[in-house]
């Protein structure tokens, strides 16, 4: 009897299992399509105009930018009742006083209340159930660098971005670095993913001036990827490091308080990650801009948010520069179809 049992078990638990990861894999479909709510709220009250990716270096990224729009009110209200003047904000004339933009975010996240911080790292629709849940906030492993990046809230998805040197080139740089997406006119203006800094004189968290409209996705809003889940190897969830190299799982509020938690790049020389433990790139961590793209912890694939608001799973062997770099070219013209 006993035997029989164990051989039962054995034959339903791989069943339960698989119907488990189902049920996470729907949810996190369901997050993104949340994202994707947001997004085309955001274009409905703006008057066509696309959400920035980020407002300027130091400032609100999109994951702020889009809170009121897909029903994160209280939080987005604690941004903006003790973010102004602080972290999330430059003065008139762009300066950060107080510090560069990393330390002045670490002061302000080390002055919230354990109750906001809670509050923060409990946004449901920021984490993929297959990776984690609960209150989730990245550790700061180092704050005495040059640039201490501090903790924070954390999301498993990222807008996609195309690196500066994608269209044509094999061979990944470093240039897609949020400091220079942000200050150099050379790179962010041959950004061709679908969102880009705003750059915009008196762009701020009190007032978001978006820089395109819907036109800028000249492609289609269903040929456009614009979301996905992004991968942190296991070993890595919730630490936050104090150089831009190895930043791994940093909070999505600000560029330099989240280089790696609200956008990631899609090049040629990329693949999708295939699992918890897999690394993209150097195992020893030496080299995370290469280590770290977008995969997902569903096995075999991953989680994309399209354009027009509908989410798609893709393989994780799907060609990068046939099929994932096309789809999150804006400006290329082709016309490609998802396996």
Request: proline share 6%; glycine share 8%.
């Amino acid at each position: 009897m006993i035997a029989i049992i164990g051989v039962l078990i054995a034959i339903l638990l791989p069943a339960v299992q698989a119907a488990r990861e189902a049920s996470k894999r729907t949810q996190c479909s369901n997050n993104l399509r949340q994202f994707g709510l947001g997004v085309h709220n955001f274009i409905s009250a703006n008057n066509d105009m696309l959400p920035p990716l980020l407002l300027h270096n130091g400032r609100p990224s999109i994951m702020v930018l889009l809170m009121p729009f897909y029903e994160q009110n209280a939080q987005y209200d604690i941004i903006m009742r003790y973010g102004r003047d602080k972290a999330l904000q430059h003065d008139a004339s762009g300066n950060t006083p107080g510090g560069n933009e990393c330390q002045r975010y670490l002061a302000w996240w080390n002055a919230l209340t354990q109750e906001y911080k809670t509050q923060l790292g409990s946004i449901a629709m920021w984490k993929c159930p297959s990776r984690r849940s609960g209150i989730q906030i990245s550790t700061d492993v180092s704050a005495t660098g040059t640039w201490p990046v501090g903790p924070g809230p954390v999301s498993d998805y990222a807008a996609t971005i195309l690196w500066s040197d994608a269209v044509g080139s094999t061979t990944p740089t470093t240039a897609w670095v949020n400091h220079y997406i942000s200050n150099q006119a050379s790179h962010y203006n041959n950004n061709y993913g679908p969102f880009r800094v705003s750059m915009l004189a008196g762009s701020s968290i009190d007032s978001c001036i978006p820089r395109d409209s819907i036109s800028w996705w000249s492609d289609g809003f269903t040929n456009q990827l614009i979301f996905g889940e992004h991968h942190i190897p296991k070993n890595r969830l919730n630490v936050c490091r104090d150089d831009w190299w190895t930043q791994v799982d940093c909070s999505a509020l600000t560029s330099h308080g989240a280089v790696r938690g609200y956008v990631y790049p899609v090049h040629p020389a990329y693949r999708l990650a295939r699992g918890p433990g897999d690394y993209t790139g150097d195992s020893n961590d030496q080299s995370p801009l290469t280590g770290y793209g977008f995969g997902s912890y569903h096995p075999g694939t991953c989680n994309f948010l399209v354009g027009d608001g509908s989410v798609r799973s893709v393989n994780s062997s799907v060609s990068m520069s046939s099929i994932l770099v096309p789809l999150v070219n804006t400006r290329d013209g082709a016309v490609v179809m998802l396996p």
